[in-house]
């Protein structure tokens, strides 16, 4: 009873966990990462900016579990590593496109993407997510010379395809259909990821 006292806060379990996540990130949608405050996050998922604080120490603290908690699907795109390497390159491509085409987890991303451009502090969180949780990974698997450069080289090209697509909106390229984006695209990213590169 003692902890359900004072602050009118809802207990600290997962289910709160999860409904300050959801909050949290539906703010960084729809304010970005400078526009979100842990009182109005706290007070979207009903629950004592104390309690936020608790969860996740301060802003970069959500920001960060936001990312890990589906802001970025690192998992779906990991699993198109499984298979022949020759064709990493479209697999990988092509999740990563379906992604951001997907209605719900398409404006996450955008959400992180655009965070990370506006925000030094979002984009230091990104940063390191990007080296330790997509490329550290995606290198273990490659299993040949260069393989960090080889994943981050491919990791950036695709960053900053879908920056200009779906974020700054090229027309040029918001024209063309995912399947073709897939077909121009994933032949660089193979060649990032199995070609020769002129690294020492």
Aim: negative net charge; glycine residues 10%.
């Amino acid at each position: 009873m003692e902890n359900e006292t004072k602050s009118g806060r809802r207990p600290g379990n997962t289910q709160t966990r999860e409904a300050i996540l959801e909050a949290a990130m539906t703010s960084f949608i729809e304010h970005g990462y400078g526009g979100t405050t842990i009182r109005g996050v706290a007070r979207a998922a009903g629950v004592d900016p104390a309690l936020v604080m608790h969860f996740f120490g301060n802003k970069d603290g959500l920001f960060g579990e936001s990312i890990r908690n589906g802001g970025m699907p690192i998992r779906q795109l990991v699993e198109s590593f499984d298979g022949d390497l020759e064709t990493l390159g479209e697999r990988l491509t092509t999740r990563y496109f379906a992604l951001w085409e997907d209605p719900e987890i398409g404006p996450r991303i955008k959400a992180v993407v655009v965070s990370a451009a506006t925000s030094p502090a979002a984009a230091g969180i990104l940063k390191d997510f990007m080296i330790h949780e997509l490329a550290g990974p995606l290198g273990k698997h490659l299993g040949s010379d260069h393989p960090q450069q080889r994943a981050l080289l491919a990791a950036s090209q695709l960053m900053g395809i879908v920056f200009a697509r779906y974020v700054i909106q090229i027309e040029i390229l918001t024209a063309l259909t995912p399947e073709e984006i897939v077909a121009c695209v994933a032949p660089s990213i193979q060649r990032f990821l199995t070609g020769d590169l002129p690294l020492r």
